[in-house]
């Protein structure tokens, strides 16, 4: 077991350029999430999937950001025509989720990628 | 008023104390409930979680949740300076995505 694995873990790129984030969760982990981070705050949900499965989006993501799990493995979320303003953490975290034992809502985070918008 | 709220940090403990951190959340409907720790510049790592009333012990980590008072805290027994850091209370709704907490700040001084 691996753990949640994230790249870039570090990117700084111009306003009005795009980025794509990739995430790697745990193996055989069915439920992929995204959330952002910013200084002296707790994650915000972003989006998440169940297998290849978007099944809800914050309406902190606007239309610039989209998230892919094509496979049901791993992840995208592309940021397009960056802004100041999503300079943050982004973090990714999977879980197991089977059934209705609790238990497997346990979410796993990986290191994340920070991104500086110049 | 947010979903969930911490105390305000930061908490300053001398080596070998025991810190206290609460939590309390607004949606009555919360199933489960997680403690993460995050170093500075780190992602947040899970520590505890708790699912029923009543207290959860894990080495020198002491969970404790009331659903009836939607509360829930997090001791940190003999506290080591390798403890300092944010600690993130998350709860988890039915739709399965987690609500967090501000975090709370915490500084072990030897």
């Known amino acids: 077991d691996t753990g949640v694995s994230q790249d870039p873990r570090h990117k700084i790129t111009k306003r009005g350029q795009n980025v794509t984030f990739r995430c790697d969760p745990i193996?055989?982990?069915?439920?992929l999430y995204w959330y952002r981070q910013t200084l002296g705050q707790g994650p915000e949900f972003l989006t998440y999937?169940?297998?290849?499965?978007?099944?809800?989006k914050s309406r902190l993501l606007s239309d610039r950001f989209s998230a892919e799990r094509p496979k049901g493995s791993f992840s995208t979320l592309e940021i397009q025509r960056t802004e100041q303003g999503d300079s943050a953490m982004y973090l990714c975290a999977s879980s197991p989720k089977t059934g209705g034992d609790a238990s497997t809502d346990t979410q796993y985070f990986g290191p994340g990628t920070r991104l500086t918008v110049l | 008023q947010k979903e969930v709220e911490q105390n305000s940090g930061p908490l300053s403990v001398p080596e070998g104390a025991i810190a206290s951190l609460n939590c309390t959340y607004s949606d009555r409907v919360s199933q489960s409930f997680f403690w993460y720790r995050q170093y500075s510049g780190k992602s947040p790592e899970l520590i505890m979680s708790?699912?029923?009333?009543g207290d959860k012990e894990d080495g020198r980590f002491t969970a404790q949740l009331n659903k009836a008072s939607q509360y829930v805290s997090l001791l940190i027994r003999d506290s080591q300076p390798s403890d300092s850091a944010t600690y993130l209370c998350?709860?988890?709704?039915?739709?399965?995505?987690?609500?967090f907490g501000a975090g709370t700040t915490v500084t072990v001084r030897a």
């Open positions: 708790i699912y029923s009333n």
């Open positions: 193996s055989e982990h069915n439920r």
């Open positions: 999937f169940q297998n290849e499965a978007q099944l809800e």
């Open positions: 998350a709860v988890n709704k039915v739709d399965y995505k987690l609500s």
